[in-house]
């Protein structure tokens, strides 16, 4: 079983669609929690950053974490067709700990 | 501010040859990753430095990879010899250090490999 598990879609939705992106994970060691967004041909970018359990939200993007169940989300509002993109969860234990990456989630908006 | 910058952005070899990349962090960043991350995958961390130091080399195949930061500053991550599973994107990534608070990592463009 992997650490981290993510579904690779691909997941296509209208413009102007709420999105739901998720992962699970089983090392409850796990602390910090991030979204990254991959375009095509580009290197990840970091999204949203979370301590522990929460919610956190950063315009349309709102990130929730629950550690009781081990399962973290990413939510965008009113998806815009520059969303398209493969959007990566990853965690660590700790700051100067390394990142466990998700498999990536592709998402394409479209008009 | 400029970004992670890694070069070349492709590179095709045949199997048994060797190849090398380079990595220049962002200015003022103590802490350089490389990453590779295999078609369909998300990235996988091969080595991690804190300056010019190895922080961890777990999952770098030291029969076949190797990576120095001499200077602490740029690195270079070196495959010799490749592989036909060493196809994929080698990511670099860099952030201020191990005491910072977020310690968010910056990630570079890539360069992509592929092997024949």
């Known amino acids: 079983q992997k650490e981290v598990e993510q579904d690779p879609g691909p997941l296509s939705v209208p413009e102007g669609a709420i999105v739901s992106l998720n992962c699970t994970y089983s090392n409850s060691a796990f602390q910090y929690f991030m979204w990254y967004r991959q375009y095509s041909r580009k290197g990840p970018e970091l999204l949203m950053y979370t301590y522990s359990s929460g919610n956190k939200e950063d315009g349309r993007f709102t990130a929730q974490v629950d550690k009781s169940s081990k399962y973290i989300s990413l939510f965008i509002r009113d998806s815009q067709p520059s969303d398209s993109a493969t959007y990566l969860c990853a965690m660590s234990p700790g700051t100067a700990s390394k990142l466990t990456f998700g498999t990536g989630t592709r998402l394409q908006v479209t008009l | 501010e400029a970004g992670v910058a890694q070069s070349p952005r492709y590179k095709i070899i045949e199997k048994r040859q060797s190849v090398a990349f380079w990595c220049n962090p962002i200015?003022?960043?103590?802490?350089l990753y490389w990453y590779q991350q295999i078609l369909g995958q998300g990235p996988k961390l091969l080595i991690q430095?804190?300056?010019?130091?190895?922080?961890?080399d777990s999952q770098l195949p030291k029969d076949r990879f190797s990576a120095e930061r001499l200077k602490g500053v740029d690195s270079t991550l070196k495959i010799q010899p490749a592989k036909l599973e060493d196809s994929a994107v080698y990511l670099c990534?860099?952030?201020?250090?191990?005491?910072?608070?977020?310690?968010?990592?910056?990630f570079g463009a890539g360069t992509r490999l592929s092997v024949l």
């Open positions: 990534a860099s952030s201020y250090g191990l005491a910072t608070d977020k310690n968010i990592q910056y």
């Open positions: 430095f804190q300056n010019n130091g190895v922080v961890d």
């Open positions: 200015s003022g960043h103590a802490t």
